[in-house]
């Protein structure tokens, strides 16, 4: 019903920038919140960033100054643009949203992020 396709993960060095984008496609007229979120194995998916469908945003307190998402819902896109990159970010990341007047929640398969120290 709903597809999420992410792309712009990589292998970076510690201080570099990525970018990455989340396409999302699929029966639906408008989107409610979309997020990103990272996961590490052995440890839970955390939220790195959410935005919703006014403009507001929030980010973990680790990427706070460091992270901005944004959203073109003309084009049902969500991006994180990711600067001063550090190890600790290292992980696969998600994209997700929710749709208006469902509690149905959809994710991206994942894209992943390496950074060097």
């Known amino acids: 019903q709903v597809q999420l396709v992410e792309s712009g993960g990589g292998l970076v060095q510690a201080g570099g920038s990525l970018r990455l984008s989340c396409a999302a496609s699929g029966r639906f007229s408008r989107i409610n919140t979309m997020g990103w979120y990272r996961q590490v194995p052995g440890k839970q998916r955390e939220l790195v960033a959410f935005i919703t469908s006014r403009g507001t945003t929030n980010y973990a307190d680790s990427v706070k100054g460091r992270f901005t998402i944004s959203r073109d819902d003309t084009k049902n896109t969500v991006d994180l643009q990711m600067i001063s990159l550090k190890p600790e970010d290292t992980a696969v990341y998600y994209c997700?949203?929710?749709?208006?007047?469902?509690?149905?929640?959809?994710w991206g398969q994942g894209t992943q992020v390496t950074v060097s120290s």
């Open positions: 997700n949203l929710d749709l208006p007047g469902t509690r149905l929640v959809y």
